[in-house]
């Protein structure tokens, strides 16, 4: 197991565009997070899935982005038009319903830059 | 919602001392874990240490140890014997326990993060 996996980890698309981006978690790992990073601050959470479920959604997910983990495994976050208020680290983390006071795993980020 | 709180933006400590990092959280519950992660450069976060606060025996893994104060809700970060690999910045979190419950809150609220330097 490879760990928690991100693509792209690097996308620049000019204001207005779409971007997706797809979070492989760590196999068995039935809950997936995203969460965000702007530069000088911490991670903030966008949203979580158990399973195929998305049972909790941040405000600062606005109507432009969606997520989706159709079939409990890899998850994607979509951001369409995109505004350069956009542009920061995508995280996404994963964890076992098991682990030990649910410690998340995370991947190395998809870095978005809206020009 | 709760709160985390890094007063100390950048830190800096030589090679083979110790640092601490500070770290305050404001919160109505009284159960829920805390944690310190880390970032390298251009790399993936990782747990470096958990506290869970039913429990009054502060947490140590190797050269990382917390002082956990529930009632001072502060939970700091000793790093002994630093390495120049403990350059990253240094996060600390909070969970509501509520999440392994059953409920739904599934988020970590984080602080703004600490940047530590190793000097050589």
């Known amino acids: 197991d490879t760990g928690v996996s991100q693509n792209p980890r690097h996308k620049i698309t000019k204001r207005g565009q779409n971007v997706t981006f797809r979070c492989d978690p760590i196999s068995e790992h039935n809950r997936l997070y995203w969460y965000r990073q702007t530069l000088g601050q911490g991670p903030e959470f966008l949203t979580y899935f158990q399973n195929e479920a998305q049972l909790e959604k941040s405000r600062l997910l606005s109507d432009r982005f969606s997520a989706e983990r159709p079939k409990g495994s890899f998850s994607t976050l979509e951001i369409q038009r995109t505004e350069q208020g956009d542009s920061a680290m995508y995280l996404c983390?994963?964890?076992?319903?098991?682990?030990?006071?649910?410690?998340?795993?995370f991947g190395e980020g998809s870095r978005l830059t809206v020009l | 919602a709760q709160t985390v709180t890094q007063s100390q933006p950048e830190m800096s400590v030589q090679e083979a001392e110790t640092v601490t990092l500070s770290c305050t959280y404001d919160t109505s519950e009284s159960d829920y874990y805390l944690f310190w992660y880390k970032q390298p450069p251009s790399r993936q976060m990782i747990l470096v240490i958990r506290q869970e606060a039913y429990k009054q025996q502060n947490a140590t893994e190797n050269r990382f140890s917390v002082n956990f104060q529930k009632a001072a809700k502060s939970f700091s970060l000793k790093i002994s014997d630093s390495q120049l690999g403990d350059a990253a910045m240094y996060f600390c979190a909070y969970r509501s326990a509520g999440f392994l419950r059953g409920s739904t809150l599934g988020r970590l609220y984080f602080g703004r993060g600490t940047q530590l330097t190793v000097w050589p």
């Open positions: 983390a994963s964890s076992h319903r098991t682990s030990s006071a649910g410690e998340l795993f």
